[in-house]
C-alpha cells in the first residue's frame, strides 16, 4: 500500500551509515557479554594479520565469529574444523556488510567428549601414517654418557629428574628449557627434540644419547601441546631414543605412543635411562668373582687332564738312548772319512805341483813371442789387400750412380722445370697465367713467369713412370 504523500514527505530521512550503526549500537547494548555454544565451520587458520576469522553454527542457523590477534595467542588449545567449543563475547555487527558476529575473548571445548574425540581422529590418522608402527621403536642406551631433557626448567620435573639421576647413575645432563603448556608450547617442543638431533657428534656441546621429554599432571586442556601433529612428528623423526613422560600415569598423550619408551612419571623416565650405579657394581664384581672362579676350575681340570697324560709318556732317557747310540757312530765313522779324503787330496796336489815344473813354461812364451813378429807382419798385408778391394769397388759404384743421374742429361742441353712448391712440372696445360715456375739448366736456375697458353701445344710426350728414385723427371 503507498503511503500518503505528505506522510512520507515528512517521515525523518537516514542514512546507510546511521541505520548501520544505531543497530550496532543496540546489538551491543541489548547483548552485551555472551557464551555461544556451537560448532567451528569455514575455520582456514590464522589470517596473515595474526587475526582469526570463521563460523558458529548448529542445526539451525549460522553466525560469523572472529578472534582478534592478541586473544588467539592466549588459547589453550587452536580452534580446528568441526570442533564442538563453547565462545565466550561481546555481539556486535559489521557495517561493512551488514552482518552482526560474536568478537571471541575466550574459546573453550564444548565438554571433554568433543577433546577426547578430536583426540582420537588425530590419533588414527597419524597412525595411518605409520608413525607409531612398533618396528620404528629403538632401544635405549644401557648407559647413555648424556642426557637431552625437554621440559620447564623453573618446575619440579627438573629437579625430580636431576634428583633421581644423582640416585641411580650420575651422568651429564643438557636441559633444552621450553614452555609446556600455552600457544607456543608444541612449537618450542618440536624444536627442542630437533635441535637435539641436530648436534653433531665430537661438537663443543655434546650430543645426547637419549632424550627425556618431561611434563607434570595436568588436565586435558593443560596437556593438549603434547598432542599436536608438530610435536608428534618431532617425536617419530627422531634419531636419538626418546622416553616420553607427560603427566601421571593415566594421562596419555600423542607422544606417548611415538616415543620409543613411555614413562609414566617424568621420575620414572630418569629410572629408564640409567640404571642403578650400586646394583650395578654388584653385579660386576659378583660376575667377576664367578669368572675367577671358572678360571681356577678350568686350570685345575687342564692340570690333571696334563698329569694323566704325563703319566702314559715313556721317560726322556728312554727316547734319547737310541739316536744318541747313533750319533756316536756316526762321529766316529765321520772322523776316519775325513782322514782318507784328506790323504787322497794331499797325493792328487802332489802330482799336479810335479807337473807345474817353471822350467817348460818359459819355453813355451819364448817360442810365442818368436812368432809374434810374422804375424803383424801378415796382418797389415791383409789389411792393404782389403783397402785396395773397398776402394775399387766404391769407385765402380760412383760411376754407375753418375750414369743414373739425370745431371748428364742437363750437361747435353735439357732442363728441369719445377713449380713454387719445387715439385716437377710434367704440363703446360696444368699451369694457369701468372703462375711462378723455376728453370734448372746443367750450371745454374732461372725464374720464370706463366705467361699464356699456346695457341697449338705439342703433342704430350710420354714420361716413363717413376721407379721409386729420387731422380729428377725431364720434360
Given at each position: 500500500m503507498t503511503p500518503p504523500e505528505g506522510a512520507a514527505n515528512n517521515a525523518h530521512e537516514f542514512s546507510v551509515s546511521e541505520i548501520s550503526f544505531a543497530l550496532k549500537r543496540t546489538v551491543e547494548e541489548t547483548f552485551g557479554?555472551?557464551?555461544v555454544r556451537g560448532e567451528i565451520t569455514g575455520y582456514r587458520g590464522p589470517h596473515s594479520?595474526?587475526?582469526?576469522?570463521f563460523g558458529l553454527k548448529d542445526d539451525k542457523a549460522r553466525m560469523d565469529a572472529v578472534i582478534w590477534k592478541g586473544n588467539f595467542g592466549k588459547?589453550?588449545?587452536?580452534p580446528e574444523e568441526g570442533m564442538e567449543v563453547i565462545a565466550t563475547g561481546k555481539l556486535t555487527t559489521y557495517p561493512g556488510s551488514s552482518k552482526y558476529q560474536i568478537v571471541i575473548e575466550h574459546l573453550e571445548p564444548?565438554?571433554?567428549?568433543?577433546?577426547?574425540?578430536?583426540?582420537?581422529?588425530?590419533r588414527k590418522k597419524l597412525a595411518a601414517e605409520g608413525l607409531f608402527a612398533p618396528e620404528r621403536k629403538r632401544a635405549l642406551p644401557y648407559?647413555?654418557?648424556?642426557?637431552?631433557?625437554?621440559?620447564?626448567?623453573?618446575?619440579?620435573?627438573?629437579?625430580?629428574?636431576?634428583?633421581?639421576?644423582?640416585?641411580r647413575f650420575p651422568r651429564h645432563v643438557l636441559v633444552w628449557p621450553v614452555r609446556v603448556q600455552g600457544e607456543t608450547s608444541a612449537a618450542e617442543v618440536a624444536a627442542a627434540i630437533r635441535g637435539f638431533n641436530a648436534m653433531e657428534k665430537g661438537g663443543a656441546v655434546p650430543r645426547p644419547d637419549v632424550l627425556i621429554v618431561a611434563r607434570g599432571g595436568g588436565s586435558i586442556e593443560d596437556l593438549w601441546s603434547f598432542n599436536e601433529e608438530v610435536v608428534v612428528r618431532a617425536a617419530a623423526e627422531s634419531a636419538i631414543p626418546l622416553i616420553s613422560a607427560v603427566g601421571h600415569e593415566t594421562d596419555t598423550t600423542l607422544i606417548d605412543f611415538a616415543s620409543d619408551r613411555r614413562a609414566p612419571t617424568p621420575t620414572a623416565a630418569a629410572e629408564m635411562a640409567v640404571p642403578v650405579r650400586a646394583e650395578l657394581i654388584a653385579d660386576i664384581r659378583d660376575r667377576a668373582t664367578r669368572l675367577m672362579r671358572a678360571e681356577t676350575r678350568l686350570i685345575e681340570t687342564a692340570r690333571t687332564q696334563l698329569r694323566g697324560l704325563a703319566r702314559g709318556l715313556p721317560r726322556l732317557q728312554d727316547v734319547m738312548a737310541l739316536p744318541r747310540q747313533r750319533f756316536d757312530n756316526a762321529a766316529e765313522r765321520l772322523t776316519r772319512a775325513l782322514t782318507r779324503a784328506a790323504e787322497v787330496k794331499r797325493a792328487k796336489l802332489d802330482n799336479v805341483a810335479g807337473r807345474l815344473s817353471p822350467q817348460p813354461i818359459r819355453v813355451k812364451i819364448a817360442s810365442e813371442r818368436k812368432a809374434l813378429p810374422q804375424l803383424a807382419e801378415r796382418l797389415g798385408r791383409a789389411e792393404k789387400r782389403q783397402l785396395v778391394d773397398l776402394g775399387r769397388r766404391l769407385d765402380g759404384v760412383g760411376k754407375l750412380l753418375e750414369s743414373y743421374s739425370y745431371h748428364g742429361v742437363l750437361k747435353r742441353g735439357y732442363a728441369v722445370v719445377r713449380d713454387a712448391a719445387g715439385k716437377p712440372v710434367r704440363a703446360g696445360a696444368d699451369q694457369q697465367p701468372g703462375a711462378a715456375l723455376e728453370i734448372e739448366f746443367a750450371s745454374d736456375r732461372l725464374g720464370v713467369t706463366v705467361a699464356g697458353a699456346s695457341s697449338s701445344p705439342e703433342p704430350k710426350k710420354t714420361v716413363p713412370k717413376s721407379t721409386g728414385s729420387t731422380q729428377g723427371t725431364l720434360l
Open positions: 557479554h555472551v557464551r594479520s595474526g587475526h582469526c576469522y588459547l589453550r588449545f587452536k564444548a565438554g571433554v567428549g568433543a577433546l577426547m574425540a578430536l583426540l582420537e581422529e588425530r648407559l647413555p654418557q648424556v642426557i637431552g631433557v625437554v621440559t620447564s626448567p623453573t618446575g619440579a620435573v627438573i629437579r625430580d629428574i636431576l634428583h633421581r639421576l644423582q640416585d
